[in-house]
């Protein structure tokens, strides 16, 4: 089984500082992480600037609108340089979603090897078109969407020339509840359109996301903080690095227990086939000639002997030889 891809999700959890987006990476490097993901944008061009924020995200600075909040968690292009080269000093490798079409040719610049694309831009046509001409392999979650609008956006990204394309079924509520994550619609996802799916996950804890490897997901994406108590719009809806750490082992555990999905003894279970299975033995003592009936024979473990699965076989034959009881029968 190949390998699942976890995206550590740093997000804009840096909070705009760059020494904080470096302790992200180094977190996510220690947790096993595959990939650790920021979010790469310039305010300006990303929302306009009289949009109100979301829901989730106005528990802080009430009066503060999307534009202003993003200004504040901005990182500018130098800094995703420096971040990519710290990614490759440590061994992690960097990811970053862009939201408008110039940030999408700045990491195309910097030889990002992957392109996510949030469920925010599932219905953007131009930015579509825009990752499709890179020619590269897209993760594209989907998050607000539904299978038509899934399926127009594979459209776009496809006739541009788009790499294999993966499928990240996601909600985008922050937290989740559990009762509206669906998980089963990644498998509708994959059925769809035949393409690698994955969950990006937005719930408390992070045995959704372990749920989501065992139904066959290939990739997960997962937001991660420093800590939940600092200021800024998704660090209480994120793991801490314990957790983190926590799920990425679980995760690991769970692929390896998928296993190859043939039905077949183990390699560590085939010592105790002959200790575990039941013979046929002598049910009482049985003298030479004597013939073999339900009442003198019964299936016992006995540390090997004749299969019971061949009991019509053996009753009406005749005794060999003496048996005493509990003595495995032999033919």
Partial sequence: MDKVFIIAEAGVNHNGDIRLAKEL??????????????????????????????????????????LQMLKRLELGYEDF???????????????????????????????MPIFKVASSEVTNYPFLRAIGKLKKPVILSTGMSDLGEVEAAIRVLEEYGSGPISLL?????????????????????????????????HTVGIEIAIAAVAMGAKIIEKHFTLDK????PDHQASLNPVELKAMVEAI??????????????????????????????????????????EDNLIAKRAGGGISPMRWQEIIGRTAMRDFAMDEKIEI
């Fill in 169 to 201: 079924h996601c909600n985008t509520e922050y937290p989740t509840p559990a009762e509206d994550v669906n998980l089963r619609a990644m498998l509708t996802l994959g059925q769809a359109f035949a393409k690698e799916v994955g969950y990006s996950d």
């Fill in 229 to 232: 108590d600092l200021p800024g």
């Fill in 25 to 66: 990476i180094d977190k996510a490097r220690e947790s096993g992480a595959d990939a650790v993901k920021f979010q790469t944008f310039i305010s300006e061009d990303d929302v306009a600037g009289d949009t109100a924020k979301a829901e989730y995200q106005q528990s802080e600075n009430t009066g503060e609108s999307q």
């Fill in 252 to 293: 690991r555990r769970v692929e390896k227990a998928l296993g190859s999905g043939v039905k077949m003894p183990s390699s560590s279970e085939r010592k105790n086939i002959a200790v575990a299975r039941k013979g046929i033995v002598a049910a009482k003592a049985i003298a030479k000639g004597e013939q073999l009936t």
């Fill in 81 to 111: 340089r420096e971040l990519k080269a710290y990614c490759q000093k440590v061994g992690i490798l960097f990811l970053s979603s862009p939201f408008e079409e110039k940030s999408i040719a700045f990491l195309e610049s910097i030889n």
